[in-house]
């Protein structure tokens, strides 16, 4: 009773806390620089991918095993770009389907859409890319290079040891960014980085990405420029010691290797010397983007199947505003329903009502746009649909605490003393309905999948918000108005009054009136 005592004493204390938490999270808002929450993709428009998978020997099926790894894998590299509600989903026996909201479909494409294995390989040449040098007379079309790889592969000396035939320094020299050159490990590769600024002539594979077992961006101690850091297995170790050791010996630019994904450089480090342990670190002019850009790729990038690029579709959102309309226009009658039974039953004491629901929507747009900034919490229509059933549970809260005083009072309590008794009794009730709807939130997030996820999220959130409506702000008011002549005299249209609570025929009610305001 001593800590019940001590709130009783200080509501004023906690609705200026209260309001302070309120201002604060405003200003992070102000300070980020965000003021409205991220859309999902059904009310603001994204891309789906649609991606084919094939066997990287490029025949038979594709094992549903590889494909389910490769969506795990491409749902992790979609989470890294930081977005919400994006959905990877295997459709069918070899399609894996990519819906992303809040990103651009060149991005997206860039992410997902167009890369599947990744590869280190030494360079042999490098030229900045232009018209084809080849020239000359026309010749004989050329016998079609190799597009599956041979079994054995060849070993790391034998990659080594390898040298350019005529015919690809030809194809290197007549070669122009864009051209299509097959991408296949144990054969050369020409081709062009990323941006088509250079173009490679490089040697077959040594090592391919599922030798690569992390990868991560940062700043290392007494630095002040990016890096990447990356992490092989045992077998990779291995081998990336005995090549940097034998290309770091060698000229500019046989002293670099090249790591390609999908058949473009994403970029190519010069070594100095053999890197022992598995562990290295590329180093060169990154931003923080560029270098989380990169880990991303490579820790990402790898996957057990090969996918061609089937369709790219923009998601409208036309539909989704429609019935975001809708919705917020069935939550806007909700909530005139719940304040015209308010103020027609509880009469000035709806002002609470208005209060705690007016708060609670501002608590949840709040937090729904610090998620999204934070967290890229996108708010889908599901969610919308959670926030508007917060509505009920909110109006259940102040309802079952405005009844649980109306029959303190009836059993004869004066107001203030009803309000606390009837506190005490109506947080257990309240704290026990939103636990329910907070366990069935949580079960619902674990078990759901996609845009269900949104209304799980947002009914868990709104519930949190609810209690804390009600322990910080209803309570502290409800006790600040029964300290009020008005209410605390139960004057008429207060809400308060003996005879509109029905409290005359069973106790002695003017007794509210007569005594005189007591601390419990």
Request: glycine share 10%; with cysteine; proline share 6%.
């Amino acid at each position: 009773m001593a800590t019940e005592s001590r709130h009783k004493q200080r509501p004023l204390r906690t609705l200026i806390v209260f309001f302070a938490v309120v201002a604060a999270l405003f200003a992070i808002m102000a300070l980020a620089n965000t003021w409205t929450p991220k859309l999902g993709l059904d009310l603001r428009g994204g891309t789906t991918i649609t991606l084919t998978a094939r066997n990287t020997t490029g025949s038979g099926a594709v094992d549903q095993a590889s494909l389910e790894q490769a969506r795990t894998i491409i749902q992790q590299r979609v989470d890294s770009i930081g977005v919400g509600e994006s959905e990877v989903a295997v459709v069918g026996n070899n399609q894996v389907t990519v819906s992303v909201p809040n990103v651009a479909p060149a991005q997206l494409q860039e992410m997902v859409g167009q890369t599947a294995q990744l590869y280190f390989r030494p360079v042999y040449a490098v030229e900045m890319a232009g018209p084809s040098t080849g020239g000359g007379l026309p010749l004989p079309p050329p016998e079609p290079r190799p597009t599956v790889a041979a079994n054995p592969q060849p070993t790391t000396d034998e990659v080594l040891a390898w040298q350019p035939t005529e015919r690809d320094l030809a194809d290197f020299q007549a070669y122009e960014c864009g051209q299509p050159f097959p991408d296949v490990p144990d054969q050369v590769l020409i081709t062009c980085d990323r941006e088509n600024v250079t173009k490679f002539l490089l040697y077959p594979a040594v090592i391919d990405g599922t030798m690569l077992t992390n990868a991560s961006a940062g700043i290392p101690q007494a630095s002040v420029n990016w890096i990447v850091q990356l992490s092989l297995n045992g077998e990779g170790a291995t081998i990336f010691e005995k090549v940097t050791g034998a290309l770091a010996q060698k000229p500019e630019p046989q002293n670099t290797f090249a790591i390609v994904l999908d058949g473009a450089v994403v970029t190519y480090p010069r070594l100095s010397g053999p890197i022992p342990g598995g562990q290295a670190q590329i180093e060169g002019n990154f931003t923080q983007q560029s270098a989380t850009d990169l880990a991303n790729v490579l820790k990402y990038g790898s996957l057990p199947l090969s996918f061609d690029l089937s369709e790219v579709s923009n998601v409208s959102p036309t539909l989704g505003g429609e019935q975001l309309r809708a919705g917020i226009i069935a939550g806007l009658i909700g909530i005139g329903l719940v304040l015209i039974y308010s103020v027609v039953y509880y009469r000035a004491l709806s002002i609470v009502v208005i209060g705690s629901l007016a708060l609670a929507a501002v608590l949840t747009y709040q937090i729904m746009v610090l998620l999204g900034e934070g967290m890229g919490f996108a708010l889908n229509l599901p969610g919308i649909a959670g926030a508007i059933v917060a509505i009920g549970m909110t109006a259940d809260s102040f309802i079952i605490f405005f009844e649980r005083i109306r029959d303190e009072v009836r059993e004869g309590r004066s107001l203030r003393t009803a309000i606390e008794t009837g506190w005490i009794g109506s947080r257990k009730t309240i704290l026990i309905a939103d636990a329910v709807s907070l366990l069935s939130a949580v079960v619902l997030f674990a078990l759901a999948i996609g845009s269900v996820k949104g209304f799980a999220f947002t009914l868990g959130l709104t519930t949190l918000i609810d209690i804390a409506i009600v322990f910080w702000f209803t309570k502290p008011l409800v006790t600040l108005l029964g300290r009020t002549k008005y209410f605390g005299e139960g004057r008429r249209f207060s809400g308060f009054e003996p005879e509109h609570m029905g409290a005359q025929r069973r106790s002695p009610i003017r007794r509210l009136r007569a005594t005189a305001p007591q601390e419990v």
